[in-house]
């Protein structure tokens, strides 16, 4: 039981390492701001 267990938590963890690497690969500073939102023009 234990080791089922264990398997199934590291598949959550490879899933979501998958998850964050997919989402944030090549961006330094995580997610880009949307471009259609105006800027503040103070």
Partial sequence: M???LLE???ALVILLGI????MFQGRSK???PPQDE???PH
């Fill in 38 to 40: 105006p800027r503040d």
């Fill in 2 to 4: 234990g080791l089922i």
């Fill in 19 to 22: 998850v964050w690497w997919t």
């Fill in 30 to 32: 995580g997610e880009l």
């Fill in 8 to 10: 199934a938590l590291l």
